[in-house]
């Protein structure tokens, strides 16, 4: 008891709120999304302040940053698209799949097609549960959910996109990728929707502009 009362600090050991996973990541979620309020107000800041100085040097940079804005995501972008939804196959058929069950959900690799799918019909803007895709996003599975800007997202995934609607549903049905996801579609009754939409609605990216990249280890030559 006393090991225990030195260890805890203070804290509780065993907090009741977090009886099970979902309930911390339910909790680490909403934090998340107060924290990705707070990193939006914070950039809206800086561009007011920016906004405030007077130097060529520095307006020449703006006018080049501001340029940039638009094929980085950093602005809303709407128009006509598409909407495609993914979905794991019913309860049942995942029950009767046994050690092939893996071919009855819904991996990042599938949506990872589509969204490619889409950039390669010269998409406009990409969006995936309703958080615009940029150069950065990273899409990974986890367990049987998706982590897509730090948020986890359960199935239904939609992924919607702003361009020339008939060039990015060829890509969409021209990829080999797709294309062996609809094969899994037909066998074991994955969900797939493609729908044409008149307006698409693509947020801008309001995460993080921070850069972290690999660097060779010292000693590791070239």
Do not use: F
């Not at 950093?74 to 029950?95: C, F, K, M, N, Y």
């Not at 899994?184 to 609605?201: F, H, M």
């Amino acid at each position: 008891m006393v090991t225990s009362a030195v260890s805890s600090g203070g804290t509780d050991l065993r907090a009741g709120r977090y009886s099970d996973l979902s309930d911390l990541a339910r909790d680490e979620n909403t934090r998340l999304q107060d924290l990705r309020a707070e990193v939006a107000s914070l950039n809206s800041d800086i561009t007011q302040l920016s906004g405030q100085v007077h130097n060529p040097a520095y307006t020449h940079l703006e006018r080049r940053v501001r340029g940039l804005q638009d094929p980085a995501g950093l602005t809303p972008v709407s128009g006509p698209g598409l909407e495609v939804t993914l979905q794991d196959a019913p309860a049942q058929i995942r029950a009767q799949a046994g050690n092939q069950v893996a071919n009855a959900i819904v991996h990042q690799q599938d949506i990872q097609a589509v969204v490619n799918a889409l950039w390669a019909g010269r998409a406009r803007a990409v969006t995936l549960q309703g958080q615009r895709v940029v150069s950065t996003t990273g899409i990974k599975c986890v367990g049987n959910t998706v982590l897509l800007h730090g948020v986890t997202y359960s199935p239904p995934y939609v992924i919607s996109a702003v361009g020339n609607q008939q060039r990015m549903r060829n890509a969409l049905l021209d990829s080999a990728y797709v294309q062996a996801y609809l094969q899994a579609v037909a066998q074991y009754q994955l969900g797939w929707d493609l729908q044409t939409k008149p307006r698409v609605q693509a947020p801008a990216y309001d995460g993080s502009l921070a850069m972290r990249y690999a660097t060779p280890a010292p000693g590791s030559g070239s």
